[in-house]
């Protein structure tokens, strides 16, 4: 709808419709427009009448929009609403919360390990180095060794397996062929204090009848190797 | 819609988002009575009215993140989630047109007994207000979206067109439909000859 200079475009009944009819409110419209608007309704006396017809609509259309112009959506929808909103943002909260705390623990568990693998470590390093000051070269490393034979020279409930050296020294046996070995046993029995002495041991004789603890040292086929008196 | 009000439905969103409860009631409570008369007029019916706008919070609740502020602003969005609840409202029921104007609650103006109005012109007032709604109602539902969003809202046209992310001219040609077609039913209601002649 562009106009020469000297032309005069006159707005149709048509567009009159479509762009005159509610020209007040369409910021959209050119002055230019809307003033042709207004010189066609002044001009068409069919254009004013439906003018006239669509102002009495729109008082209908506003008196029922004033009608409506309160209603609200009820309380009851409001609280459905938000008691998704709480739902969904407590299970969020909930599910952070339960990560947080797994992560927490799955943490707690590692650093525990660590510190138990230190300390096991740290505590066999140290019997290793006791071990190995207090044990001589040359001497068998009966440490770590596992109980092989229970000595037949006293009763089962006077015999004990040694797992370590409890200090004093070992007396080889007369007769004795010394059998490098390491995994040596060392078994406690109780002898009378008169089989010490067939063994070269000095005994007292008026208490030879009693019955001593002796550790004795077995080679690795069982055979008695060394003899020692617990302190 | 002023670039503030859109600066602060975006503030309260994210808040909202965040867990803020305060910050959703007030999102809510500014825009549900917009939605709910928009949804009224489009439907004719208080309970499927009641029900678009729950769905609308809900889906605001569940999917925040569909919003992009950059694409306008929360009530065009929000009234978009509304226009398709609307339709699929229309085609799963049949129209309801309620009389009484209240909802269950009794909650709403309804008609209001206003000073001077005696039972006889009440009675008749609301039997015209009830054709016009009837009116409205009946139109074809792209031309009664605008109607309402226009006529009834009463928002700008190039806000209705935002809204229904449309071009200007396709609201203007809309309503120029819909206010024709809409004009001629009233205008049997009066009994007074049809004069539009855009839509025959």
Known sequence: MTLGTNERYEMNCNEFEIFGLDAERDSSLSDELRSQALEHLQLCASCAALKDSWESAKTELITLRDFTEGHESPARVKLRVLQEFRTKHHSVQVRRRTKFA?????????????????????????????????????????????????????GP??????????????????????????????????????????????????????????????ASDGSPQALRVPQ | MKTGDHEQDGMLLR?????????????????????????????????????????????????????????????????????????????????????TGRNEDGNGAGIS?????????????????EKVRAAVLELPVEFRETVVLCDLEELTYDEAAKMLDCPIGTIRS???????????????????????????
């Open chain 1, 157 to 218: 409930e006077q015999t004990a397996t040694l797992v370590a050296d409890n200090g004093g020294d070992f007396t080889i046996l007369p007769g004795t062929i010394w059998q490098e070995t390491d995994d040596g046993t060392i078994v406690r029995v109780a002898m009378q204090r008169a089989e010490l002495s067939a063994l070269g041991f000095p005994v007292n004789e008026e208490r030879a009848a009693e019955y001593v603890q002796v550790d004795l040292l077995l």
């Open chain 2, 113 to 129: 007994l206003q000073h001077s109005i005696t039972p006889a012109l009440l009675t008749e007032k609301r039997e015209r207000l």
């Open chain 2, 15 to 99: 808040r909202a988002s965040r867990g803020d409860e305060d910050s959703f009631s007030a999102l809510y409570e500014k825009h549900q009575g917009a939605l709910y008369r928009f949804a009224l007029r489009m439907t004719g019916s208080p309970w499927g009215a009641e029900e678009i706008v729950q769905d609308v919070f809900m889906t605001l609740i569940r999917e925040p993140s569909k919003y992009d502020p950059q694409r306008g602003a929360l009530a065009a969005f929000l009234f978009g989630i509304a226009r398709n609840k609307v339709m699929k409202h229309n085609e799963r029921l049949p129209r309801e047109i309620s009389i």
């Open chain 2, 174 to 200: 809309r309503l120029h439909r819909g206010r024709a077609l809409l004009l001629a039913k009233l205008e049997m209601l009066r009994d007074t000859p049809q004069r539009w002649r855009a839509v025959r």
């Open chain 1, 102 to 154: 797994a992560w927490a623990l799955a943490a707690a568990a590692i650093l525990l390990c660590a510190v138990i693998t230190w300390n096991w470590r740290m505590s066999q390093r140290d019997a290793n180095a006791r071990l190995i000051s207090q044990n001589g070269p040359g001497t068998p490393n009966i440490a770590w060794t596992a109980p092989r034979k229970q000595s037949g020279l006293a």
